[in-house]
């Protein structure tokens, strides 16, 4: 029970940290710039947090009593470009990642191994977290990918910067070891970029 609760933990953690990435990328952007897209198989920003916002609100809403794709979701219609400000597209990152925490939130560590379905293909909780921690990530990197070709300045980084690997090294490795989650260190070094 101890070792689920410690995979529910890290995997919010891990969550967080994925969503402040997504969020400092898009901040360092002008609004027009969420709306790019360079040919016709390539996504916007704006639509790929339609798509992500579109599957957490499917998945995560009534996560353990129904099947994550849901009847009302129309994917397909995620892949088109329907947001206008970025008002709305911040508004949708926010209400699917509102919905993705409060189905985490209600979970139990002795829920890990119950079976829940999307499209009717069983998974464990444990399975279905992974799953969503696998796809949330891979969408983030494009949006940070894409914000850094599409910054028209300096870009802010948001992990360690280029040519800088050897002096963070020697700062983590001039401390004593501990044990914590690695998005811990992560997460104040993305806010203090922020001031």
């Not at 689920?4 to 967080?16: M, R």
Request: charged share 30%; with cysteine; glycine share 4%.
């Amino acid at each position: 029970m101890e070792a689920n609760a410690s995979f529910l933990d890290s995997a919010k953690k891990q969550f967080v940290y994925y969503k402040t990435l997504g969020e400092k990328a898009i901040a360092q952007l002008e609004p027009e710039q969420l709306f790019v897209a360079v040919n016709d198989d390539t996504n916007s920003i704006a639509v790929i947090v339609n798509h992500i916002a579109g599957n957490m609100l499917s998945r995560w809403t009534d996560f353990l009593t129904s099947d994550g794709e849901k009847q009302w979701r129309d994917r397909d219609a995620e892949f088109e470009n329907t947001l206008q400000t970025k008002e709305e597209v911040l508004a949708l990152w926010e209400k699917g990642w509102q919905c993705l925490f409060a189905a985490l939130n209600d979970l139990k560590p002795e829920q890990m191994m119950q079976i829940i379905y999307i499209r009717n293909e069983g998974h464990t909780v444990v399975e279905a977290i992974n799953r969503q921690l696998a796809h949330y990530p891979y969408h983030v990197g494009q949006i940070v990918f894409y914000a850094k070709q599409l910054k028209n300045t300096e870009w802010d980084s948001l992990s360690i910067p280029k040519n800088k690997s050897k002096s963070y090294n020697a700062d983590k490795f001039s401390k004593d070891k501990i044990i914590k989650h690695f998005t811990d260190d992560e997460l104040d070094k993305l806010k203090d970029n922020s001031k």
